[in-house]
């Protein structure tokens, strides 16, 4: 295939492979490093301002939120103005949400600014799947294991970043130095947006038949997006707190949090090798989601000694159960527009479940002065996960169970 674009529009250039794959990485590095950067500097923040971890909660839950209610705008915006339009500009709000957070007068603006940025992120998250299924079926897998690398990669950075910049400054330095990776994605993805856009086919403004919101295997993806990512954000908002709690310095809880993220990459490169191809998707499915459950409850019971073995598992199945249901958008549906129908309600009941993950875990901590109550929940729900993993990855598109 020549062209990423299945109908091109003959007036633009053709844009290639390579220069796509670079605008998804650039677009990627956002959508997870802002957030992730939060959790390793909440003592320094915690200090400057003198806010509870049930505020710190409620900023870490923030995100969930405004996933929630955005994904289904990012759906309604992209058939308005194009998916090609709608990310350069997601970009541009991500800037404003990161200024907001560095340059306010108080801990509220903290939390407004993670409340815009996070609005970008919904955009990026909902959209992109659903463009590499319009403009590269045949590459799924590529497009989606590129996609979920590099938000381990630039998470992975955040984590090791954030503490060593919040000593040589202060945390502000550590959430503001990600306004150079969103500027470099929108320099990237402006020009482009021309270029991309492509004539709607039928498919994609069409009634397909199929509603995605009275399908049973829809709200079983949905189910299991968000209990995959309550669990992600409340380790990457919490596990370095959990871990200083067992006695590890702020430093090493910020390189636990790195291997974490590094150790995910593994976890993406077995989704997009072997997931697509699988004879038995529902048998891997359930693999990946036992190896993030043992993670997290190693994490809570093992000794400290053990804690890197624990942070791996979990940091491979977290990735690899994320990267697993971007695929499911995709291969689970006909067509681009279905893709973005799934993805807009998969993120925004997913998220809307995953705001009870850091809110609960901060409030249970606030409540009972220990870590153990909320690990057990956390771990309870991730073992109810692993059996609803089963369902989410039967090979039938969604549209294939209404004939």
Known sequence: MSSPSSSPNPSHRPVSLALLLCAVILMAANLRSPLVALGPVVPFIQDDLGVSASYIGLIAAAPMAVFALFSPLAVWAAKRWGMAQVLPWSMALMMAGIGLRITGPSVDFLLL??????????????LLP??????????????????????SVSAALASAVAVPLAQW????????????????AFAIWYPLRKRLAVPPTAAETGDSGVSVWRSPQAWMISVFMGTQSLAFYSLVNFMPSVLQAKGLTALAAGNYMSLFQISSLLGVLAVSAWFGRSDNRPLFSVIISVLMCAGVAGIWLSAAEWTWLWVILAGIGGSATFSMVLMLFALRTDNSSEAAA??????????????????GMGMLYDATGSWTAAMAVLSSLL?????????????????????
Do not use: F, H
């Open 113 to 126: 600014g993670t409340i815009v940025l996070s609005a970008a992120i919904a955009a990026g998250n909902v």
């Open 130 to 151: 659903a463009l590499a299924k319009r403009n590269l079926p045949t590459r799924i897998g590529l497009v989606v294991g590129t996609l979920s690398a590099t938000m």
């Open 169 to 184: 400054g202060d945390w502000r330095w550590s959430l503001g130095v990600w306004l150079l990776t969103a500027l470099a």
């Open 342 to 359: 799934l993805s807009g309600m998969a993120q925004a009941v997913g998220y809307a479940i995953a705001i009870l993950g850091p809110l």
């Open 383 to 403: 073992a109810a996960e692993c059996v609803l993993a089963w369902w989410v990855a039967q090979p039938k598109t969604l549209g294939e169970y209404r004939k």
